[in-house]
């Protein structure tokens, strides 16, 4: 079976703070991971994914991950927080095969960037 | 407009009754899921579709059911509503090439509410 965890229900930083956003996962087999973020009363937007190759991936409106297989993690990252950055992350793992349809998402992390 | 749409946006029913979520994509993607969202729990996969007339069980498929008549349709029906079942309902789709990781695209959301 599949995970992902999201350690931390909230984090909060002030603006031009960097941030990190956690998460880890188990699957069996090479992970495809991905990021979302999802903004109040909205559907999901994708913001990257990661599927092989350079362990740092850069997705949208400056964010990154960092992939690290030994820890299992894979980070949400960005050098300089925005207010407009406030909403709720998702991260989501699925196998390279065998439930290949199948997404399973993390609980979410609320950030919060004040001024 | 091209996209992913869900009706209704918002939805109160009384225990017992059926109700039926729709959800209509443009891209003519051939996988679609359907998702719950609850605090505490992230979202996790109801029911998913490979193709037309092609459905499988997700993480918490009971007390629902799906068809898929058209790629471009994917109803969600509650056949007697129950409490427990309300939450923030989901409806993504993404396309296929093989087990290509393709990201989800997440439609606006449901807020069901059973009384």
């Known amino acids: 079976a599949q995970s992902v965890a999201q350690p931390e229900d909230q984090v909060n930083v002030a603006e031009g703070n960097p941030l990190t956003v956690k998460c880890t996962y188990s699957?069996?087999?090479?992970?495809?991971l991905f990021w979302y973020v999802q903004y109040p009363n909205r559907g999901l937007q994708f913001l990257l994914k990661?599927?092989?190759?350079?362990?740092l991936v850069k997705g949208s409106y400056g964010f990154e991950a960092e992939f690290n297989k030994s820890q299992t993690s894979f980070h949400l990252k960005k050098p300089s927080a925005l207010v407009s950055d406030s909403a709720l992350y998702f991260c989501?793992?699925?196998?390279?095969?065998?439930?290949?349809?199948?997404?399973?998402f993390g609980t979410g992390t609320r950030l919060q960037v004040t001024l | 407009d091209a996209g992913i749409t869900q009706s209704p946006r918002y939805k109160i029913t009384e225990t017992g009754r059926q109700v039926t979520l729709m959800c209509h994509q443009t891209?003519?993607?051939?996988?679609m899921f359907w998702y719950r969202q609850d605090l505490g729990h992230g979202l996790r996969l109801i029911y998913y579709?490979?193709?037309?007339?092609?459905?499988d069980k997700g993480e918490v498929p009971d007390g629902y059911v799906v068809s898929r008549s058209k790629t471009e349709n994917f109803p969600l029906t509650l056949e007697s509503a129950t409490r427990s079942q309300t939450s923030v309902y989901f409806c993504?789709?993404?396309?296929?090439?093989?087990?290509?990781?393709?990201?989800?695209?997440f439609g606006p959301g449901t807020r069901l509410t059973v009384t």
């Open positions: 990661y599927i092989t190759g350079d362990n």
């Open positions: 579709s490979a193709a037309a007339d092609i459905t």
């Open positions: 989501a793992v699925r196998a390279d095969t065998g439930t290949a349809s199948k997404l399973t």
């Open positions: 993504a789709s993404r396309d296929r090439v093989g087990d290509s990781p393709y990201e989800q695209y």
């Open positions: 699957v069996s087999g090479n992970p495809y």
């Open positions: 891209w003519s993607h051939s996988y």
